[in-house]
C-alpha cells in the first residue's frame, strides 16, 4: 500500500508531531508499506543529506510569500507527489497547512484519515464555536479521524463527528531508545547535578506547557528541600518571560535552561532525573509524559487533562489544575520518598510497554487504513 504521512513540522525539527509522523512513518515501513513524508518544514541547514538516513522518502515543499504564492505553488507541489507517488492513501496530521493538501487530495479522489493530536480547542470543557465552524468545513471529506485521547474522540462526537467514524489509537513511545538502561554520560558533571534532586520538564517554552508554575513552586521546595533543581529543556517564546521569573524569584542558582537537544540525547537527561513534571494545559497525551515513564521516572501532571498518560498514585500523580501548592507538595512528596520513586518509574515502565509500543499503534493505524480502502466511499458527516 502506497502511505503518504503529512504532518507540517518534520525531524530535525523538535516536537511532538515530529516525532509521532517519524515512528509511523517507520512503523509503516516496517510492515512492508511504502511510506512518504510530506511536510513543510525546511531542510536541516548544513546537512543536505540529512533525509537520506531514513528508509522512506521525505519531501518537503518550501513555504514561499505572499500567501497566494504559497497556496499556488503548495498546491502543485502536494498534487504532484500524490500522482507521482501513486499514493492509496494519506495520514495526516491535523495542522496548519494541510487545507492544500485535502484540497488536492478530494481533486484526485485520494481517501484521508485524520489524526487528532490533542490540540487544546478540543481538550476544553466548552469548544469555541468558530473553532467547530472552522474544523468541520476543513475536515468535511475526511473518512475517519484518529483521536489519541478518549477525551479527543467524545469533544469529535461532540461537534458533529459520527461515533463510527472516529477510532481511539494511542500515540506511543519507542521504549528501546527511552530506556532506564544505559546511564546519564557527563550530564552530572556539565550540570554540577552531583549530591541534587533534580526535576525535569521537557516541552516547547510555552505558557501553556506550564513551566511558570513549576518555577512557581520551586520557591516552596527548595525550603523543604534545598539541594533541589529545576532543569528545564527546550525552546520557545515564552523562554525571556520564564527567565525574568526565575530572576525575580531569586532561582537562578536552582533552574538550569539547557536549550533544545537532539532527540538522541533526550533520554539521558530523563534518567539524569529524579521526578518529571509536565503540568501542561495544552495536550492530554504528550509524548513527554511517556518518554520519562519510559526510562523508569514518575510523572507529575494537572488532573483533567493528563488522566490518559499518567495514572494517578500508580505511575505517578496528578494535582488541581493551577495548583501551585500541590504541585509543591507532590514534588516534594517524590523527592522525599526514594522507594515510592522507584515503584511508580517500574509500573510506568511497564505500562509503557504494554500499552504504548509503536508496533501495537502501527499495526491498528495500517488496519484501519486498509479497511477504509476495502469499503466502499461512505457520507460525509
Not at 554520560?185 to 513549576?214: C, M, P, S
Not at 513552586?217 to 539541594?227: D, F, H, M, Q
Not at 495544552?282 to 509524548?287: D, K, P, Q, T
Request: aromatic share 10%; net charge positive.
Amino acid at each position: 500500500m502506497n502511505i503518504l504521512i503529512y504532518s507540517d513540522k518534520f525531524l530535525p525539527t523538535i516536537g511532538g508531531s515530529c516525532r509521532v509522523s517519524y515512528e509511523l512513518a517507520r512503523e509503516f515501513h516496517k510492515l512492508n508499506h511504502n511510506v512518504s513524508v510530506l511536510t513543510v518544514d525546511s531542510k536541516p541547514s548544513g546537512s543536505p543529506d540529512f533525509d537520506r538516513k531514513f528508509p522512506f522518502d521525505v519531501f518537503r515543499c518550501p513555504v514561499y510569500q505572499p500567501h497566494f504564492i504559497r497556496r499556488i505553488f503548495s498546491y502543485r507541489f502536494f498534487r504532484n507527489i500524490l500522482i507521482k507517488r501513486k499514493i492509496r492513501i494519506i495520514y495526516i496530521l491535523a495542522s496548519h497547512y494541510d487545507y492544500l493538501l485535502i484540497k488536492a487530495a478530494r481533486k484526485l479522489n485520494i481517501p484521508y484519515v485524520v489524526s487528532i493530536q490533542s490540540p487544546q480547542d478540543l481538550i476544553l470543557p466548552v469548544i469555541p464555536p468558530e473553532f467547530i465552524k472552522k474544523f468541520n468545513k476543513r475536515y468535511a471529506g475526511a473518512r475517519m479521524f484518529i483521536a489519541i485521547a478518549e477525551k479527543i474522540k467524545i469533544n469529535l462526537m461532540k461537534i458533529g463527528v459520527p461515533a463510527d467514524k472516529i477510532k481511539y489509537v494511542r500515540i506511543g513511545v519507542n521504549h528501546e531508545h527511552f530506556s532506564p538502561d544505559g546511564g546519564t554520560g557527563d550530564i552530572e558533571n556539565k550540570y554540577n547535578l552531583k549530591g541534587k534532586n533534580v526535576i525535569l520538564t521537557v516541552a516547547r517554552l510555552d505558557i501553556n506547557k506550564g513551566q511558570a508554575d513549576v518555577i512557581n513552586a520551586l520557591r516552596s521546595v527548595i525550603k523543604e528541600i534545598p539541594n533541589t533543581v529545576y532543569m528545564i529543556i527546550g525552546e520557545g517564546d515564552y523562554e525571556k518571560k520564564l527567565r525574568s521569573i526565575t530572576i525575580n524569584s531569586d532561582l537562578e542558582k536552582h533552574i538550569i535552561f539547557t536549550g533544545a537537544l537532539d532527540y538522541s540525547e533526550l533520554p539521558a537527561y530523563y534518567r539524569s532525573a529524579d521526578v518529571c513534571v509536565m503540568p501542561s494545559l495544552s495536550e492530554s497525551v504528550g509524548l513527554s509524559y511517556l518518554e520519562a515513564q519510559s526510562c523508569n521516572r514518575p510523572v507529575v501532571g494537572y488532573r483533567g487533562i493528563a488522566e490518559e498518560a499518567v495514572l494517578d498514585g500508580v505511575t505517578g500523580i496528578l494535582v488541581k489544575l493551577k495548583s501551585v501548592e500541590e504541585l509543591k507538595s507532590s514534588i516534594v512528596g517524590l523527592l522525599s520518598d526514594e522507594g515510592l520513586c522507584q515503584k511508580m518509574g517500574r509500573a510506568a515502565r511497564e505500562r509503557m510497554i504494554e500499552k504504548f509500543s509503536w508496533e501495537k499503534i502501527g499495526r491498528e493505524s495500517v488496519e484501519i487504513m486498509e479497511r477504509m480502502l476495502w469499503t466502499k466511499k461512505e457520507k460525509q458527516y
